[in-house]
């Protein structure tokens, strides 16, 4: 979403249902903060004026926006570890911090609580080529690793949009993903181990360099808790072969559900494709005059799907997904021929976000998975939805692993279209959920989706959330109000939910 | 064949008794972790596939089936749950393999079993059922618990149903021997693992390296070609005998004194010298049955960044390497919020868990 869209986000949701630390800054609980942190940490590593703390008070997700009492930026583990018990002494929430990517709000600050801004971990510390792991900070780009160990043939698989600029730290906060999940995984995958701060500024080591570590699988817990298990500050990533060729095949289909059939036809076949890409034709509308990329845009739906390997195994794949795409009603089928070809089929994919943004003053991205076989109907539905709300939508889906990406667009400059565009989205959401999938696959749950949370698991399951959390941060201070809702929170949000879209209680309180 | 209610009610009478209970199926796996101690809860009346989608690559299964009837199910389709469980009997459950977390010889290429779990309801020690994750690939909503159930050892709930990522078979599969010295055959795995190659299990053992590749029939034939070594025979029953442990190398016994260690290292880690080795996972796992006691193989396997299990025979009152006093607390808490009563397999993890 555009950076614009603040201006019209006063009648959202988010309002009626105060999120945690929300509101002015306290100045005298500042200056203790700042106070207490000011003994060790050097001028260029702390922000409280609101000049300086401005730039942090929001991540990718704009729609929320809230100034964070202090920031901290610190440069060493030991100066996190005793920001940390600082905080914890004082009873101060911490909000972890990477690049600021993340899309569904999970780096929001906290407007009584510390930005803990990790950017200044940005070193490589180690490569391994033999053992194939390279050792760094959180800061540290997730392209910057790729291209740092390329020379040896070697790269970090997973590959979110946003890769040039995200961090490691925030990628294992989300568990991100990429465009090639379905074969390489996701961040939890590809992360071997970590090391960080506990709230109570304790060091732990979670995971291992070896295939496993002792005890329960706390990786597991840790990777994708949005920064509210522990404080990263250092991970062993895994390193993989780059594959000698990789070689795309580019489908066309004159109705969404034979293209999601395609798909699904792929896989029977037992073939696990490097990367499985679908988009719409209102996405490819909108790529094609911005790239040039090729796309059929008498197409209703265009499938990209990509091999990877050995020259010999592309030959074959490649040879076996022709024919399987043949067999599923294909209108027409390009194979790319050159490196060059490749990079131009895949360049509309990757460019489906701006290109969008290109043609509408905003979006909105979601982010639901859902059973591969429902496609159809989940397409359908939101092209029902597209005239319930009267905004447009166009749908980019990473068909591999059932992951869809609606954008929704809209103009933040008019408020009405600011509450029609989150009402689409959560009705997507609980579309999502209500076919068997899930609110997010890849973008966190963070402030965004923590309602829908509500209606994905049930109130034991919730309460097993807050129990895992209480395990590793009894305190409740990092990240708090993040990617769980309460229980109290779910009664509220299932009082008004009954109401739809006649918000019932205009008159809560905003802190 | 749905027996929650009834496994409902057990843990209650269990909790509000602070009845210890020892979860167990086929007890195929009774061997492994410390002493097990408690009333049996044998949860094999919850037992069948709920769903299974070929094309979505997914598999819902209730906990008390059988791991042979579930792999039979898969194969029929050309598909399998590629970390290749072991099973150590006939009458494995798909709980036991999630509980015990163990995978074969695929796991260096797949991932761990915790890999494939995308969702799993659980029985905690209050008699709740709660459900984690999902049956998609793709899911970031809430903490990932039911990965975490893997390997857990029945030490949080009652593990009912999972939902399991599947793999296609591999179209072709192929496996080569290569003569070699015990750190020639660590070195070489370890630089094929860094090139593209289609390996999907080693193992090293008197003075062999054998080396699987599995894929695209074309890809496994360019990567014989340029590897080299000599074609196997047979080589379906090497890994299975590799995975269940009927290898000869297994079959030596193991008692009260005599000890098969698993030591999980980095994978480039040089040969440990504690005894009688056997390398699977491109150097990562290592079978060990050394004449050393228990404190220096524990020693070595922390100073080179792994751990030790004694993973049969034994005196099976410390089993598990011991945590680091951060990591300690956290499972002590984490076990006390999902079992308040300290019923579900008490001690058969980690004494006090």
Request: with cysteine; proline share 6%.
């Amino acid at each position: 979403m555009s950076p614009t869209a603040a201006t019209g986000a006063s009648r959202l949701l988010a309002d009626r249902i105060p999120l945690e630390g929300v509101g002015r800054v306290d100045v005298e609980r500042q200056r203790s903060v700042v106070d207490a942190l000011r003994t060790f940490l050097p001028d260029h590593c702390l922000l409280w004026r609101e000049e300086d703390t401005r730039p942090y008070e929001c991540d990718g997700l704009t729609i929320y926006r809230q100034l964070p009492m202090v920031v901290a930026l610190p440069e060493t583990e030991d100066e996190v570890a005793r920001i940390v018990r600082i905080c914890h002494q004082q009873q101060v929430p911490i909000v972890p911090r990477g690049a600021g990517t993340g899309l569904s709000g999970g780096a929001l600050p906290h407007g009584r609580g510390v930005l803990l801004s990790l950017a200044k971990f940005n070193r490589i510390l180690k490569v391994d080529p033999l053992a194939r792991t390279a050792l760094v900070q959180p800061g540290v780009r997730n392209l910057a690793i790729s291209e740092a160990v390329a020379h040896l043939g070697l790269y970090y698989a997973p590959d979110p949009s946003s890769q040039i600029a995200c961090t490691i730290g925030g990628n294992i906060a989300e568990n991100s993903g990429g465009v090639h999940c379905l074969k390489y995984g996701l961040t939890l995958q590809n992360v071997l181990r970590v090391r960080g701060v506990t709230s109570d500024g304790a060091i732990v080591e979670i995971g291992s360099e070896a295939p496993d570590a002792a005890g329960y699988d706390l990786l597991s817990l840790v990777v994708g808790s949005e920064g509210m298990l522990v404080v990263i500050t250092e991970a062993t990533v895994k390193l993989v072969p780059k594959p000698l060729k990789q070689q795309v095949i580019m489908a066309s289909f004159d109705d969404v559900e034979k293209g999601g059939d395609a798909v699904a036809a792929v896989i029977a076949a037992g073939i696990i494709p490097a990367g499985m890409e679908m988009m719409d034709k209102p996405a490819t509308a909108a790529v094609e005059p911005f790239v040039k990329a090729g796309y059929d845009l008498d197409a209703e739906a265009i499938l990209l799907v990509e091999s990877d390997g050995t020259p010999e195994e592309v030959a074959e794949e490649i040879d076996r997904i022709k024919s399987v795409l043949d067999g599923s009603g294909a209108t027409r089928i390009a194979v790319s021929n050159s490196e060059a070809e490749r990079l131009r089929f895949w360049a509309g994919r990757k460019a489906a976000f701006p290109a969008v943004g290109r043609i509408s003053p905003d979006y909105y991205c979601m982010d639901g998975t859902i059973p591969r076989k429902r496609l159809g109907e989940v397409l359908k539905a939101i092209s029902t939805m597209e005239g319930k709300y009267r905004l447009r939508c166009a749908n980019v889906f990473h068909a591999g692993d059932g992951n869809l990406h609606p954008l929704i667009m809209f103009d933040a400059n008019d408020p009405d279209s600011v509450v029609r565009a989150e009402q689409f989205g959560f009705e997507i959401l609980e579309l999502s959920i209500a076919v068997g999938g899930t609110v997010t696959g890849e973008h966190g749950v963070g402030v965004e989706k923590i309602h829908q949370l509500c209606q994905q698991f049930d109130a034991a399951t919730l309460e097993a959330f807050f129990a895992v959390r209480r395990a590793f941060d009894p305190a409740g201070l990092l990240n708090p109000g993040k990617a769980i809702p309460t229980l109290a929170r779910c009664a509220e949000y299932g009082r008004m939910h009954v109401h739809g879209g006649a918000l019932k209680f205009p008159e809560l309180p905003r802190y | 064949m749905d027996a929650v209610a009834s496994l409902q009610e057990r843990v209650r009478a269990a909790a509000a008794a602070r009845t210890p209970l020892a979860i167990r199926a086929g007890g195929s796996k009774d061997f492994y972790g410390n002493e097990p101690r408690g009333e049996v809860l044998d949860p094999r009346g919850h037992a069948g596939i709920v769903e299974y989608e070929p094309t979505e690559l997914v598999v819902t299964v209730r906990a008390g089936t059988l791991l042979a009837e579930l792999e039979t199910t898969l194969a029929a389709s050309r598909q399998m749950l590629a970390f290749e469980p072991p099973h150590f009997g006939e009458s494995a459950t798909v709980g036991g393999a999630i509980a015990s977390g163990l995978a074969g010889p695929r796991r260096m290429a797949v991932g761990a079993l915790r890999d494939f779990v995308l969702g799993a309801r659980l029985l905690d020690g209050r008699g709740n059922v709660l459900a984690f994750g999902g049956r998609v690939m793709k899911n970031v909503a809430g903490y990932d618990v039911a990965r975490t159930l893997a390997g857990s050892l029945g030490t949080l709930g009652v593990i009912l149903d999972v939902s399991l990522k599947v793999l296609p078979r591999p179209v072709a599969e192929q496996t080569l021997r290569f003569e070699l010295a015990e750190a020639d055959a660590i070195r070489r795995t370890n630089e094929w693992g860094g090139q593209p190659l289609p390996i999907s299990g080693t193992a090293w053992f008197d003075g062999q390296l054998y080396v699987r590749l599995s894929g695209a029939a074309a890809g496994v034939r360019a990567a014989h070609e340029k590897i080299g070594g000599s074609l196997v025979a047979e080589d379906t029953l090497l890994w299975a005998e590799l995975r269940e442990q009927s290898q000869a190398f297994f079959n030596a016994g193991t008692s009260r004194t005599r000890v098969l260690w698993r030591l999980a290292v980095p994978p480039t880690t040089p040969p440990l010298e504690l005894g009688s080795t056997l390398i699977e996972w491109g150097g990562g796992q290592r079978w060990i049955v050394p004449d050393a006691p228990a404190a220096e193989i524990r020693a070595k396997a922390a100073a080179v960044g792994g751990h030790a299990t004694a993973f049969r025979g034994g005196d099976r009152s410390a089993v598990f390497q011991p945590l680091d006093p951060g990591v300690a607390a956290i499972h002590r808490r984490l076990k006390s919020e999902f079992d308040p009563a300290g019923i579900f397999n008490p001690g058969r993890f980690y004494p006090d868990i």
